[in-house]
């Protein structure tokens, strides 16, 4: 093999090295933004998921605290025939009443955050059946 024959071989060995090392920084960089889109979308996926988690812990808290409503509506129907029994019962009843409209207030903020409109509406009734039970509770205690 002559020298001139070697000068080429080595050229066009270092252009392929050089072409190689190219396509290797091309595909480290396409990686590179991939692992960064993918992290992001990862963190915007587990916000998401915590928001949800807090709109339904918050839902949850809300269906209990109606749960204990109801139940002080019973204590004042069932044990509320003393007078002094009965004010204390009502208090609690009134107390529980307005613990459930904050729990629904704490869902209406929650799903706020979510910016999911589809429930709006529903949680809108729930609130305003929520609202006109209290004044019924309120009318048949006045009626006995």
Do not use: C
């Not at 904050?102 to 059946?129: E, K, P, S, Y």
């Amino acid at each position: 093999m002559t020298a001139v024959e070697r000068t080429q071989l080595r050229q066009s060995l270092l252009q392929l090295a050089s072409l190689l090392l190219l396509t290797l920084l091309t595909i480290a960089l396409i990686a590179q933004f991939a692992v960064w889109s993918l992290q992001r979308a990862h963190h915007r996926s587990d916000l998401e998921a915590a928001r949800l988690v807090s709109a339904l812990d918050a839902s949850r808290e809300a269906q209990v605290q109606f749960k204990r409503q109801v139940q002080e509506w019973k204590n004042v129907l069932l044990r509320g025939s003393d007078p002094q029994l009965r004010t204390r019962y009502y208090e609690a009843f009134s107390g529980a009443e307005a613990r459930t409209a904050d729990a629904l207030d704490d869902v209406a903020r929650q799903l706020a955050t979510i910016g999911d409109g589809d429930h709006d509406a529903a949680l809108r009734d729930i609130r305003q059946q929520h609202h006109q039970l209290g004044e019924r509770y309120r009318e048949a205690l006045a009626e006995a």
